[in-house]
């Protein structure tokens, strides 16, 4: 069976600080990754997709990640975190190009410090 | 502006009462999903269409159902059958014409209570 995993459930960090976010995915096809970012009572929006290309995706509000099959991971980074970053981050999985094969990952909250 | 409405934001109801949820886009997808979001939780598949006139269950689809008359429009109806429907719910669309890597677009949700 296809999952994700988030492997932590909150992660905090203080304003200036790097942000690492991971994300760990099973599947036997070569999958397509999002990485989505949810504020509080608002819908999902998209900060980067992952699709065979460049492994390292470059997204919105300067953040990145990259893509490394070996160890079947898709971990979300920002080098400065700012406060409007704190917010739920879902990683998912898309396993083929039709159908509603998009796979969630429980989701991370991210908390900025002052 | 292209995007996806969904109407209203709150909605309250009584319990033993259907409520049906609105989604609409005008992004022209082929594809219309709606998920449900309990606190602390991550998404849940409750219905998805694929075209008009069509549309496949998913994993929570008890209580709840769907109808898809025109590209645009994906209502979900909450039935009185549905045993704990106080959530937040969404709605998405996506392109689904084959292209690698089409992700969801998602409407703003809608938070509904049942008392």
């Known amino acids: 069976a296809q999952s994700v995993t988030q492997l932590d459930s909150h992660v905090s960090v203080s304003e200036g600080t790097p942000v690492l976010l991971r994300c760990n995915y099973s599947s036997s096809y070569s999958p397509s990754l999002f990485w989505y970012v949810q504020h509080p009572n608002k819908g999902l929006q998209l900060l980067l997709k992952?699709?065979?290309?460049?492994?390292l995706v470059k997204g919105i509000n300067g953040f990145e990640a990259e893509f490394k099959k070996s160890e079947t991971s898709f971990h979300l980074t920002k080098p400065s975190a700012h406060m409007s970053d704190a917010a739920e981050y879902f990683c998912v999985v898309r396993l083929d190009n039709y159908g509603q094969n998009f796979v969630f990952g429980p989701g991370t909250r991210l908390s900025v410090l002052p | 502006d292209g995007g996806i409405t969904q109407s209203p934001k709150y909605l309250f109801r009584k319990e033993g009462q259907n409520v049906t949820l609105s989604c609409e886009q005008n992004?022209?997808?082929?594809?219309m999903y709606w998920y449900r979001q309990d606190p602390g939780q991550g998404l849940r598949l409750i219905y998805y269409s694929q075209i008009v006139n069509d549309f496949q269950k998913g994993d929570i689809a008890e209580g709840y159902s769907v109808s898809r008359e025109k590209k645009e429009s994906f209502p979900l109806t909450v039935t009185s059958a549905q045993k704990n429907p106080t959530a937040f719910y969404l709605c998405?669309?996506?392109?689904?014409?084959?292209?690698?890597?089409?992700?969801?677009?998602f409407g703003p949700g809608t938070r509904l209570t049942v008392t």
């Open positions: 992952y699709t065979s290309a460049a492994t």
């Open positions: 992004l022209n997808h082929d594809a």
């Open positions: 998405a669309s996506s392109i689904d014409s084959g292209l690698v890597g089409n992700e969801q677009y």
